[in-house]
């Protein structure tokens, strides 16, 4: 790359990460927002509109801001530009944007896109999952006891500290003869020292004695002999080194690994088998840890089928069986997907008496004759925070707090891979905040090949990682799996899109590691 195209590189870098910033500070002061609290200007560019009024269509006339149904409280939309795209676009300046019953999942995308009016006050991609986390952090981590059986997958909320020097006490490192002073030595017989045995007599100088890994070495030792670097006279009764014995080879010197009192593992730290192990070795039968976030799964839609094939206008549920795992995956506990179908009835039932931290509907996110979810969240108060995200696939989806210190909903668009968007955007930044996760490690990669965006949306697109540099694949349409179901990472898109080679953003998936996936017929 030449020094004017790194240095103009820089300068775009330089360039989003300001503006990525002023739409994080404006998501974050959304999250902080409590009714009847005055809440400050967001930044806004020379030139731009006032902010929108809180009192949900004031200030905007009807065809740039749909009116929130009666009992809806709704946070306030930034107005200035912000990444990803916030700009309102029509729907069909995208393929992605006509959702067809045949594929689609929840009543939602059966009734078509989200009128211009939703579109409008859609929040830019990134600042929508600054929003999310912060969500989720907001509230002190829960701490609860749990024996190390049970503590895998989550986060310390509390630090593991050496309860004793590790080792413990000075051990043998191989296998062979401890040994006192210089050789040759007089070879003790006997069974010698074994692991877990109690301390031995001090071993004399010029003396020789068998060992096993892990046992403790008698005092003044000076050091093993590994047996293959021994020799025996048995006639003599004699020890002989077939190689030059140092001061404390082969030993493992109390306190070695840690000192009683070190911190092993700070707060934050995800619980792995390692983990585990290591908590044992220094003297823990329990960790203390946040709990994991819990989840309902409700699934709406009057056309899903649980088994067989399509028929008669009727689909599978391809959401029911996806979403659980992929959750379990992020360190939730979900509880069993539920089928509400479109009876709006049942639908705010069941939110009110969740005791879930996270709610996830399928489809009803959008504005058709029997998508109830507006109405409902409407109806029992719930706050909006996040009413349409400028990404595709998945912008009607949206982010709500039920009630003060109640649960959170993510409503998540009714097209497969549309809701994979909205679980990536809004699900997973908000169920790591909860379990005070670290947030997912944030990196760069360049395309393989050029990545048509929309116009003025965020897209994310599937991906494989193929040495240096990832694959786009194909079928990564809003109704799709087959391109998803392939990837180890989604890439994301700047609106207008990028050429081959460009550097751009990649979330991966919970299993990347461990998919050996091939482009094959994917790409």
């Given at each position: 790359?030449?020094?004017?195209?790194?240095?103009?590189?820089?300068?775009?870098?330089?360039?989003?990460?300001?503006e990525?910033?002023?739409a994080v500070?404006?998501?974050?002061?959304?999250v902080?927002?409590?009714?009847?609290?005055?809440?400050?200007?967001?930044?806004?560019?020379?030139?731009?509109?006032?902010?929108?009024?809180?009192?949900?269509?004031?200030?905007?006339?009807p065809?740039?801001?749909a009116?929130?149904?009666?009992?809806?409280?709704?946070?306030?939309?930034p107005?200035?530009?912000?990444?990803?795209?916030?700009?309102?676009?029509?729907?069909?300046?995208?393929?992605?944007?006509?959702?067809?019953?045949?594929?689609?999942?929840?009543?939602?995308?059966?009734?078509?896109?989200?009128?211009?009016?939703h579109?409008?006050?859609?929040?830019?991609?990134?600042?929508?999952?600054?929003?999310?986390?912060?969500?989720?952090?907001?509230?002190?981590?829960?701490?609860?006891?749990?024996?190390?059986?049970?503590?895998?997958?989550?986060v310390?909320?509390?630090?593991?500290?050496?309860?004793?020097?590790?080792?413990?006490f000075?051990?043998?490192?191989?296998d062979?003869?401890?040994?006192?002073?210089?050789?040759?030595?007089?070879?003790r017989?006997?069974?010698?020292?074994?692991?877990?045995?109690?301390s031995?007599?001090?071993?004399?100088?010029?003396?020789?004695?068998?060992?096993?890994?892990?046992?403790?070495?008698?005092?003044?030792?000076?050091?093993?002999?590994?047996?293959?670097?021994?020799?025996?006279?048995?006639?003599?009764?004699?020890?002989?080194?077939?190689?030059?014995?140092?001061?404390?080879?082969?030993?493992?010197?109390?306190?070695?690994?840690?000192?009683?009192?070190?911190?092993?593992?700070p707060?934050?730290?995800v619980?792995t088998?390692?983990?585990?192990?290591?908590?044992?070795?220094?003297?823990?039968?329990?960790?203390?840890?946040?709990?994991?976030?819990?989840?309902?799964?409700?699934?709406?839609?009057?056309?899903?089928?649980?088994?067989?094939?399509?028929?008669?206008?009727?689909?599978?549920?391809?959401?029911?069986?996806?979403?659980?795992?992929?959750?379990?995956?992020?360190?939730?506990?979900?509880?069993?997907?539920?089928?509400?179908?479109?009876?709006?009835?049942?639908?705010?039932?069941?939110?009110?008496?969740?005791?879930a931290?996270?709610?996830?509907?399928?489809?009803?996110?959008?504005?058709?004759?029997?998508?109830?979810?507006?109405?409902?969240?409407?109806?029992?108060?719930?706050?909006?925070?996040?009413?349409?995200?400028?990404?595709?696939?998945?912008?009607?989806?949206?982010?709500?707090?039920?009630?003060?210190?109640?649960?959170?909903?993510?409503?998540?668009?009714?097209?497969?891979?549309?809701?994979?968007?909205?679980?990536?955007?809004?699900?997973?930044?908000?169920?790591?905040?909860?379990?005070?996760?670290?947030?997912?490690?944030?990196?760069?990669?360049?395309?393989?090949?050029?990545?048509?965006?929309?116009?003025?949306d965020?897209?994310?697109?599937?991906?494989?990682?193929r040495?240096?540099?990832?694959?786009?694949?194909?079928y990564?349409?809003?109704?799709?799996?087959?391109?998803?179901?392939?990837?180890?990472?989604?890439?994301?898109?700047?609106?207008?899109?990028?050429?081959?080679?460009?550097?751009?953003?990649?979330?991966?998936?919970?299993?990347?590691?461990?998919?050996?996936?091939?482009?094959?017929?994917?790409?």
């Open positions: 790359m030449t020094s004017h195209g790194r240095d103009a590189r820089a300068a775009e870098e330089e360039r989003a990460a300001a990525e910033e002023r500070e404006q998501a974050l002061a959304l902080g927002r409590r009714p009847g609290a005055p809440q400050p200007a967001p930044d806004r560019q020379p030139g731009t509109p006032q902010p929108t009024p809180e009192r949900p269509g004031a200030g905007e006339p065809s740039t801001q009116p929130a149904a009666p009992g809806m409280r709704t946070g306030p939309t107005d200035a530009p912000v990444p990803g795209g916030a700009e309102p676009s029509t729907p069909a300046s995208d393929p992605s944007s006509h959702h067809g019953p045949s594929s689609a999942h929840g009543s939602s995308s059966a009734h078509g896109s989200p009128s211009h009016a579109r409008a006050g859609a929040t830019a991609w990134a600042a929508a999952r600054a929003l999310a986390d912060r969500l989720g952090r907001s509230a002190p981590p829960a701490a609860h006891r749990l024996p190390l059986d049970r503590a895998v997958g989550h310390l909320a509390e630090a593991v500290v050496a309860l004793t020097d590790l080792p413990s000075d051990t043998s490192a191989m062979g003869w401890v040994v006192a002073g210089p050789g040759p030595w007089t070879a017989k006997g069974e010698g020292l074994l692991a877990g045995r109690g031995a007599e001090p071993l004399p100088d010029g003396h020789a004695l068998r060992i096993a890994t892990g046992a403790r070495l008698p005092a003044d030792a000076t050091a093993v002999i590994r047996s293959e670097h021994a020799h025996c006279d048995e006639a003599k009764g004699l020890l002989h080194a077939t190689r030059e014995v140092v001061q404390g080879q082969d030993i493992r010197p109390r306190g070695q690994e840690c000192r009683s009192g070190d911190e092993l593992l707060v934050g730290t619980v088998p390692p983990v585990l192990g290591l908590a044992a070795a220094a003297g823990y039968d329990a960790l203390v840890a946040v709990p994991r976030p819990r989840v309902d799964v409700f699934v709406l839609g009057d056309e899903l089928l649980t088994a067989g094939l399509p028929r008669e206008g009727l689909i599978r549920d391809a959401l029911g069986p996806m979403l659980a795992p992929w959750l379990r995956a992020l360190g939730a506990e979900v509880a069993e997907p539920r089928r509400l179908g479109d009876d709006a009835d049942a639908l705010r039932q069941a939110l009110v008496s969740s005791d931290d996270l709610i996830l509907t399928t489809g009803g996110t959008a504005a058709g004759p029997v998508d109830h979810v507006h109405p409902v969240l409407a109806g029992i108060g719930a706050e909006l925070l996040v009413d349409g995200v400028a990404v595709r696939p998945g912008h009607p989806m949206l982010l709500a707090r039920l009630a003060e210190g109640g649960p959170c909903l993510v409503g998540l668009p009714g097209n497969p891979l549309a809701a994979v968007s909205g679980l990536l955007t809004l699900a997973e930044p908000l169920l790591r905040g909860f379990a005070h996760q670290p947030a997912q490690g944030r990196y760069r990669a360049p395309v393989r090949e050029e990545v048509h965006g929309h116009p003025h965020t897209r994310l697109i599937p991906v494989v990682h040495d240096d540099s990832v694959v786009p694949l194909h990564n349409g809003p109704a799709m799996l087959r391109g998803i179901a392939a990837a180890d990472g989604l890439a994301v898109v700047p609106p207008g899109g990028v050429r081959s080679g460009t550097e751009v953003e990649i979330l991966d998936l919970p299993w990347a590691s461990a998919s050996p996936w091939t482009e094959g017929c994917f790409t």
